[in-house]
């Protein structure tokens, strides 16, 4: 059986949530994106080549946007000096992310041979709401649909929620784009094998 497609695991830290504003606006359009990590699997949640964690540069003006526990969380994980320092605009980041997937081999999503990748995640709506306003080209890249980790975790909690309990107690909630990808894909492999079960 082949592994594709694949699952494009992915987080984003920013500056504030995705809901509308006083000012009218809705939170990804006027929020800053800070950062983006990126790990790449196969079918069976096997990882495909390394991991990939962009920080964005960002102005003064536009960190200040920012909701307060927002600075006050990634000034605390140090993320907020990252930010100050980063090299690369958000388009930039935007040309890594889609160089990085296609030095892996990876097409656009292609709905016909059913190839290319889906974005897969805990609340990821969030996330895709962000790349959707702010990285439009690697929003187009991937499959329209997506994975959601927390879908499944609540109907676990609804007609299984010894498995939901097992699978939250593993996780530690850093606020940290890379390890909080890499506990969304142990927590995916924990349902995979409880009910996923293949004969």
Not at 154 to 166: C, G, Q, S, V, Y
Request: charged letters at 25%.
């Amino acid at each position: 059986m082949s592994n594709k497609p694949y699952f494009l695991f992915g987080d984003i830290e920013t500056g504030g949530l995705n809901d509308r504003l006083a000012n009218g606006l809705l939170g990804m359009e006027y929020y800053p994106i800070f950062e983006l990590a990126l790990v790449v699997t196969d079918r069976d949640l096997n990882q495909v080549g390394s991991a990939l964690r962009v920080v964005v540069h960002q102005s003064e003006d536009m960190i200040n946007r920012s909701h307060q526990w927002a600075i006050d969380t990634h000034t605390k994980s140090g993320l907020i000096d990252e930010v100050r320092l980063g090299a690369y605009s958000l388009a930039e980041c935007e040309v890594q992310i889609l160089g990085h997937l296609k030095g892996l081999g990876i097409e656009p999503y292609n709905r016909e041979s059913k190839e290319g990748v889906i974005f897969a995640g805990n609340s990821i709506m969030f996330d895709r709401s962000y790349i959707l306003c702010q990285m439009p080209r690697l929003h187009e890249f991937m499959h329209y649909r997506q994975l959601d980790i927390s879908a499944i975790a609540l109907a676990a909690r609804a007609w299984a929620p010894e498995l939901e309990k097992k699978a939250v107690g593993m996780k530690q909630y850093k606020h940290e784009a890379l390890a909080d990808i890499r506990e969304s894909i142990a927590e995916l492999k924990y349902y995979k094998d409880a009910i996923f079960k293949h004969p």
